[in-house]
């Protein structure tokens, strides 16, 4: 926006908000989507941030402010929750903002072009479509942005990562009953009572006749609408759909993968009979991995349970049910027992919930070939790489023991 946490368009945004997505008809459907466009081009005019001294005024107006306001900050491509504290800081700070760009709209000093553009985003932000787009945008990426940090996390599984995600698109879909709250706490926010489509002339296009409703055209239809009601189907309803398509397509492609799975989950309570069946769909999608035995040892595994082996075996542990039976296995060296349920939990728990560990990879293999290092062999830069990965377990290693071992190793003293 005036800022310097511009929202982007791009990434994901546009991915939920596409062109195609959710448009019932053509001449509507560009027009529906063209508020969620506008909203994320008027963020990205960097107003403040071209000038330290515009950049200055708005910071001391929001740590002077009686409530704990975020700072703006520059949005960037690489990271999602940007996009959310973007949204989270206009929304906090929207009637400071707004404040610190009347008074330099209102300073003489000023140089005529920069005043102008003051005005014009104070009259963007007075318009009701601005807070209900920042109110509903808010609310969509603050989830995202959560739920996103939590599937990233390293002890995460996929039935867990799946769960989330369906609570996720719970969440997205009681939002479309939400309309009139989210217009009340714009109006407040904006202290605007009226739709620009209420203070502007409406161009009517032609169209041919239709038989939408008996002889009444479409057109008619939606001029029988209020200006809220019309905000509601053609833009706010069009992009809450649009997120829940996002949402099912990912939501499908977990759904795969711990259908295959979910019998270890279910182990207690399945007969022999759907034991069976779920095994073998199990081996079918690893046929490479798995053999047809799996069946027989998953049922033996499960009267396993029943004993007082599996005492440590808890569901209302934190650690993930898979977890715990692959530890159990370990524990009483029983992967010669059950060969092939050791290896299909370690296919699972091996599975990566996101894909931001490659990526992370691809970034790290950045820093650590560079232009110095550009003769290093294949296994240096493997061990290395693999170092910088898992730095966390690199921190509790002892180095003073490494060292000597090392030394000792490499020792070429002759003792006589």
């Avoid at 700070?93 to 140089?111: A, E, N, P």
């Avoid at 996103?148 to 719970?170: M, R």
Wanted: net charge positive.
């Amino acid at each position: 926006m005036l800022y310097a946490a511009e929202i982007s368009g791009k990434v994901s945004i546009r991915c939920i908000i596409s062109p195609n997505g959710g448009a019932t008809n053509r001449g509507h459907g560009v027009k529906r989507l063209g508020h969620a466009n506008y909203f994320f081009r008027f963020p990205q005019k960097s107003f403040f941030s071209a000038s330290t001294y515009r950049w200055s005024r708005l910071t001391n107006a929001l740590k002077d402010s009686t409530l704990k306001i975020p700072i703006l900050k520059r949005l960037s491509d690489t990271r999602w929750s940007a996009r959310a504290d973007a949204t989270k800081a206009l929304l906090c700070g929207f009637i400071t903002i707004k404040q610190v760009l009347q008074d330099i709209f209102s300073d003489v000093d000023q140089k005529a072009e920069c005043r102008n553009k003051a005005y014009g985003l104070v009259s963007t932000m007075n318009k009701l479509e601005t807070g209900i787009m920042t109110i509903t945008w808010n609310g969509i990426l603050e989830r995202l942005q959560a739920t996103s940090a939590s599937l990233q996390s390293s002890d995460q599984d996929l039935n867990t990562g799946y769960a989330l995600y369906e609570s996720l698109y719970s969440y997205v879909q009681a939002m479309r009953s939400t309309f009139s709250d989210i217009e009340v706490r714009a109006k407040d926010l904006t202290n605007c009572e009226e739709y620009q489509q209420q203070t502007s002339r409406r161009i009517k296009r032609n169209t041919k006749y239709d038989h939408f409703s008996g002889s009444t055209t479409l057109d008619d239809f939606v001029e029988n609408q209020t200006p809220g009601q019309r905000f509601e189907v053609q833009v706010f309803i069009v992009i809450i759909d649009n997120v829940l398509s996002a949402l099912t397509k990912r939501m499908k492609a977990y759904h795969k993968i711990t259908s295959v799975f979910e019998v270890f989950r279910q182990l207690k309570s399945l007969t022999t009979e759907e034991i069976l069946e779920k095994s073998s769909s199990m081996v079918s999608a690893y046929e490479d991995d798995l053999e047809n035995s799996l069946g027989g040892e998953l049922v033996q595994f499960a009267e396993l349970l029943k004993t007082d082996v599996a005492t440590v075996i808890d569901s209302t542990k934190q650690e993930p049910l898979e977890q715990q039976f692959y530890k159990l296995l370990l524990i009483n060296s029983l992967e010669s027992c059950f060969p092939n349920l050791e290896i299909a939990l370690r296919i699972y728990l091996s599975l990566m919930i996101t894909n931001c560990s490659g990526e992370r990879s691809f970034s790290t293999l950045k820093r650590i070939k560079n232009e110095l290092r550009n003769t290093m062999g294949q296994e240096r830069l493997n061990h290395l790489t693999l170092l910088n990965i898992e730095h966390d377990l690199l921190k509790e290693v002892d180095i003073e023991s490494v060292i000597s071992k090392f030394a000792h190793i490499k020792s070429r003293k002759v003792y006589l």
